[in-house]
């Protein structure tokens, strides 16, 4: 088994219904705090709600993410409309035990994970002492982006 990391975020519809849908349906052992906050990537549009999600899984990394794809399609997620747009669900693979993957159409560690604070912020909230392969410490990466520069 491997433990792996789900980003949820929402901003359309039921948002907090949707995250929990979500986070069923791919068996969360763990999930966070629900938190709302600001459109990244694609500023004019409703604010979101994030949480992190933390599984054991038997699956490969390619196939949870496979997993994930269908998750969101079942809640009603399309592909439409502009890149980082608004959606009913996403769903991120994080990270993935301490594996390092750089495929099509699979990065693990997600590759914006250490710019995001509600990534960063939730994933500490589960285990400060996480260590992102290739980047350190959840707490310390989390450390960089509060403090000023």
Do not use: C
Not at 96 to 122: A, K
Request: glycine share 8%.
């Amino acid at each position: 088994m491997t433990r792996a990391y789900v980003g949820l975020g929402t901003n359309l519809g039921d948002r907090e219904t949707m995250i929990r849908k979500a986070a069923s349906l791919l068996g969360a052992r763990r999930l966070s705090t629900i938190r709302e906050t600001e459109p990244w990537g694609f500023e004019d549009q409703p604010k979101f709600l994030n949480a992190v999600a933390e599984l054991e899984t038997d699956l490969t990394a390619r196939d949870l993410l496979d997993r994930l794809l269908v998750v969101e399609q079942s809640l009603g997620r399309t592909r439409e409309g502009p890149r980082w747009g608004p959606r009913t669900i996403d769903l991120d693979l994080l990270l993935y035990g301490d594996e390092r993957l750089d495929e099509p159409d699979l990065t693990v560690p997600h590759p914006h994970l250490h710019e995001r604070l509600f990534v960063l912020e939730p994933l500490a909230e589960l285990d400060p002492a996480l260590e992102v392969p290739g980047k350190g410490l959840v707490s310390d990466l989390l450390a960089g982006i509060e403090s000023p520069p």
